[in-house]
């Protein structure tokens, strides 16, 4: 993957069009979103009575830095896929996050809907970055015929989750 505009990681500028150091984006961003996405997530759903304005401020600003760096890593095209992907992805997401808090006896329906935002928005951005890995660790990204394989495989394999999922209810 190259670099749609100069950015700068670990003191190095990489230049629009250069190779992207993958070894470091997406260990750092799996691990910075999933401390981001899990603490979004335990505000959301671990108390009766969650504070809006500041469940909204802290995912919310952390989601438009992660759209900025999308953009700058990914480009315009692949994070429209990712919108697209988020609007197919509704019922997945709803059926896995209502899996995870029936672990803990909740429902979706317990909360507001406006509690839903943030956690929805952090699993778009994961699954997204999830698809990315996997089109740079499978040689996908810029080979054409590949690329529309492992995207094929990506959304069965999405599929046959919620599927689970769905059946287990």
Do not use: C
């Not at 230049?15 to 260990?27: A, S, T, V």
């Not at 799996?30 to 108390?47: E, I, K, Q, R, T």
């Not at 304005?53 to 830095?65: E, K, S, W």
């Not at 928005?121 to 040689?139: A, K, S, W």
């Amino acid at each position: 993957m190259r670099a749609t505009r100069d950015i700068t990681i670990n003191g190095k500028v990489v230049r629009q069009g250069e190779p992207m150091p993958m070894l470091f984006i997406y260990p750092f961003f799996l691990v910075h979103m999933g401390m981001f996405g899990l603490s979004g997530f335990l505000m959301a759903y671990a108390a009766d009575d969650v504070e809006l304005l500041f469940l909204y401020l802290h995912g919310g600003i952390a989601i438009f830095v992660y759209l900025v760096f999308y953009l700058a890593i990914f480009g315009r095209d692949e994070v429209k896929w990712m919108l697209i992907n988020a609007g197919l992805g509704l019922l997945g997401i709803w059926l896995e996050i209502e899996t995870i808090l029936s672990w803990f006896g909740k429902e979706l329906g317990d909360y507001s809907p406006w509690v839903h935002v943030t956690p929805f928005l952090y699993y778009i951005l994961y699954t997204f970055l999830l698809r990315q890995m996997l089109l740079d660790l499978t040689g996908s990204r810029d080979r054409p015929g590949r690329k529309r394989l492992v995207e094929m495989l990506y959304v069965l394999g999405s599929l046959a989750v919620y599927g689970g999922l769905w059946l287990s209810r």
